[in-house]
């Protein structure tokens, strides 16, 4: 979801294996690079004494690159007056226009090149971003609308409420608050989470950084006492259980001292599962040379050994579980060579323990496909995966001259989010109560303008009704981006600016007063 782009229009990164800066989840060169490497459909000869189509598809290309988009959009038109079905210049024009803040002319243009037989990944790419376009420009106000309404609801102590016992409430739960070898290696002596969180600087006017905690203080997750405050604030505000990120690198774990110490001493009493953050570490933050830290390798041998592993967590009583299987989370599930096979495997050794098989849930991260096709049971939200940086962009915010990154309207994000359709699959919600990885990436990170705890509240409320209403009994879960992912700022827990508005925006939300409409149903 980071990158660069130049007054709309997509800038190439420094690398073509750098993610590409629309946002699109996919490297430069397998998206928007393929627009300056596709190659152009032979043209058609012409009069001598006119500029050929070749050199105004040329010329405009040039001038695309430049991002002088006027004069890209001239030339363009010149070539499809002397030929108006060349399906390059078609796509094109058409991505011209969708900088140029044309959506309309930009879905007609780019379905034209495809109707004239131009259809690869960069093209399909660009009209899903002029369908989006689109949508932001016909429906999202409403949808915008719903969610502000749905803010100023007020409730009331005797509302109907929804409890955690028919609706668990889960939040991802990052355990590196604590000095490990590595990071003391990687980034000096004494890193932790912190040290990131403390030289925030902001980058826009008002923009909440550094984020400075206070109840529970810059604590360090070794301390017994600080995991118990946690799960008394999180179960005082209806979060029913964390999901522990899980470092497992063929064989090594790491930041594992929290959870083994949680495992040993038998509290606090809390549920708990596993999330295995199944990627390579590469240096990336601070400008970084994308060295690979802790690198991910898979095989059999290795399938087996991570699940063996889990076994005593498993067999502990605080362990979630769904539909009595335990709850295994896994973030990027291509990443696997063969999922399919890992997950047979998982489950053949879990019955070979006397266990029953994993209730495998994947995040929506960069698949392609449903968690099904990977033999998964479910899959869950994960934002901002999978936003559309041009469709929410925030308006009217002058950053930095620096600032490379996205700025995207909260409202935007919670109002598509909270509308979007069921999908074919088990599928659970994700809230995220804010976001914003300036911390670590300063000037290309991505921020979440216009986040407040009423709004937070809205989503999450909605989210919960919908669990409540659609899901089956025992597999009604809303998961929440964080509770202490404090450098990427999202979390729950009490900080300077807001205090503990956002936990009682939790509790708040589920309080559902009769007659309640969900969003979506309140924009149609």
Request: proline fraction near 7%.
């Amino acid at each position: 979801m980071t990158g660069a782009t130049t007054n709309g229009a997509i800038a190439p990164p420094k690398s073509r294996n750098d993610p590409c800066p629309c946002g699109s989840g996919k490297r430069y060169k397998s998206c928007h690079g393929l627009i300056a490497a596709a190659p152009a459909t032979p043209p058609e000869a012409t009069d001598a004494s006119k500029p050929s189509l070749e050199k105004l598809m040329q010329a405009g290309l040039a001038a695309h690159q430049a991002q002088k988009l006027t004069e890209a959009a001239d030339l363009y038109d010149q070539a499809l007056a002397i030929q108006p079905n060349q399906p390059d210049v078609l796509h094109m024009r058409g991505v011209v226009a969708l900088t140029l803040g044309q959506p309309y002319e930009a879905r007609a243009l780019i379905q034209r090149a495809m109707a004239a037989g131009l259809n690869n990944q960069a093209v399909q790419h660009n009209l899903k971003l002029a369908d989006e376009a689109v949508h932001t420009v016909e429906i999202l106000p409403q949808k915008i609308a719903a969610l502000e309404r749905a803010s100023t609801l007020v409730v009331n102590d005797d509302d109907p409420v929804i409890s955690p016992d028919k609706v668990q409430l889960l939040c991802y739960y990052l355990p590196q608050f604590h000095r490990v070898a590595e990071n003391d290696e990687w980034w000096g002596l004494g890193f932790t989470e912190w040290s990131n969180v403390r030289k925030g600087k902001p980058n826009f006017v008002g923009h909440d950084q550094p984020r400075v905690p206070t109840t529970l203080g810059y604590y360090d997750l070794l301390d017994p006492n600080t995991r118990a405050r946690q799960a008394d604030l999180a179960r005082a505000h209806g979060v029913t259980g964390f999901c522990y990120y899980h470092y497992w690198f063929h064989g090594k774990r790491i930041l594992e001292k929290p959870l083994n110490a949680l495992l040993a001493s038998g509290t606090p009493d809390f549920p708990f599962c596993v999330f295995w953050a199944n990627e390579s570490w590469r240096k990336t933050w601070d400008g970084g040379n994308q060295e690979t830290l802790m690198r991910q390798e898979h095989d059999a041998v290795d399938d087996v050994a991570f699940i063996r592993h889990l076994m005593p967590m498993f067999n502990d009583k605080r362990y979630i579980r769904v539909r009595g299987q335990p709850l295994l989370m896994v973030y990027r599930v291509d990443n696997l060579p063969s999922a399919v096979e890992t997950f047979e495997r998982w489950c053949e050794e879990c019955i070979r323990h006397h266990e029953l098989p994993p209730f495998i849930v994947v995040a929506d991260t960069r698949y392609q496909g449903t968690p099904l096709s990977f033999g998964a049971d479910a899959s869950v939200g994960f934002p901002p995966h999978r936003l559309s940086a041009q469709a929410m962009r925030a308006s009217g915010i002058e950053s930095d001259p620096r600032f490379t990154g996205n700025i995207l309207d909260y409202r935007s994000v919670a109002a598509t989010l909270a509308t979007q359709p069921e999908s074919d699959h088990l599928r659970f919600q994700c809230i995220v109560p804010r976001w914003d990885n300036t911390a670590r990436r300063q000037f290309d990170g991505t921020v979440f303008a216009h986040s407040t705890p009423q709004r937070f509240e809205a989503w999450l409320r909605d989210a919960l009704v919908r669990a409540r209403d659609d899901l089956p009994d025992g597999q009604q879960f809303v998961f929440i981006n964080a509770w202490n992912e404090w450098a990427e700022g999202a979390y729950l827990e009490p900080d300077e600016h807001f205090g503990d508005a956002y936990l009682k925006a939790a509790l708040r939300a589920r309080h559902v007063p009769t007659g309640y409409r969900r969003i979506g149903d309140a924009s149609e």
